[in-house]
Structure formats: C-alpha cells, structure tokens
C-alpha cells in the first residue's frame, strides 16, 4: 500500500511538472531583427535648384533606413535586450533629370530596457561609414570620414522614436551636423 502511495504522489509530480512546463513559453535568447525607419535633421549638405525656381535641401540627418540584424537577451535578466544592426540609410530628391542621393551604412549597437511588457528604452553607439553624396554630374560629389555618436530610443511594441548626435566631415574637411530625430519599427523573429 505504502508503494502505491508512494507511486501515485511521484505520477501526479511528474504530470504537474510537465503541464508546468508545457505552459511556459520557450526562451529564445538569440532572435533575428529586422529594423526600418525615417529620420530628419542635420546641416545641409547640398541644397538643389530646380528649373521651375523651386529648391530643395538635402541634409546629413536625413533619410529612410532598412536594416537586419540580431538581438540576445540574458536567462535571468530577460528585461535586457542587446541588439546589433547594419543596412542602409538613403535619401534622395526630387530631380526628374539626375540621381541626386545620400548614401550610408548605419551600424547601430543598442543596449535596451523593457520597462513594461510592451515599452522599453535604449542607448548605445550608432556609427556610419561609407558615407557618399552623389550630385550625378550636375555638382561635385563629396565623399566623408566614417561618423559615431550617441544614438537613444523609446518604443512601444516595436514602434517608437529615436535620436541620434552625430557629426560628418566630408573630403574638404568640411564639417556637417548629422544629428537626427526619427520614427522607426522593428520586428524581432520568432514572435514570443
């Protein structure tokens, strides 16, 4: 009797501990990112004329970035996100005659803090290179030094705003304010 006893309280803590378990969501401490958004700001770096008398100004905070990258979280202390990106940030004008762009490669390394289940905070380094302005022959092109600074960041269930310092200095050792305000998304692979 004591034996049945005794093997029915071990058959009933073995099912309690893998219902528990079955309930709990898997931890997935590396997840794939995929991150876009669009930034304003910065010193002009070419302002262009067109032949209707209008102008537009193409500035070095400016543009649309898409990137991929990585996040990984720590077991014990899942409320830390790192997370790494590299794409492309790219702005352009309304010329219909010439391709007149800003191209970068914007890096971002990002500590970030989940204060509440779906917001968190962030701050890291985000750090530029390859950095071209291409004027398709109708002005000089100018090329820059790679560019770091200080990037921060508030979202809301992947959606959120972001504020980057910055500083370029193009090939005639001209220097040009980069600092950006943007709105941006990112979706983190697999979903919790």
């Known amino acids: 009797m004591k034996k049945l006893t005794l093997f029915t309280l071990l058959t009933i803590a073995a099912c309690t501990n893998v219902i528990a378990q079955e309930g709990q969501k898997k ?32 500035k070095a905070g400016q543009g649309g970035t898409i990137a991929i990258g990585g996040q990984f979280q720590f077991t ?18 309304a010329a219909d005659n010439a391709h007149i762009r800003l191209t970068r490669i914007p890096i971002n390394l990002t500590a970030n803090w989940m204060v509440a289940r779906k917001v968190s905070i962030g701050a890291g380094l985000a750090m530029h290179r390859n950095i071209k302005f ?4 109708i002005g000089p092109d100018l090329t820059f030094e790679g560019a770091s600074g200080p990037t921060f960041e508030i979202a809301y269930s992947g959606i959120g705003l972001t504020y980057t310092s910055m500083n370029y200095k193009d090939n005639m050792n001209n220097k040009y304010s980069a600092n950006a305000v943007g709105l941006f998304f990112t979706i983190a692979l697999p979903n919790k």
């Open 134 to 137: 291409k004027a398709d022959g």
């Open 76 to 93: 014990g202390l899942e409320k830390l996100l790192l997370r790494a990106t590299a794409g492309i940030k790219y702005v352009t004008t």
């Open 27 to 58: 931890f997935t401490p590396v997840r794939f990112l995929i991150r876009g958004g669009l930034e304003l700001g910065g010193d002009e770096v070419a302002e262009i004329y067109f032949t209707n008398g209008n102008t537009q100004s193409v």
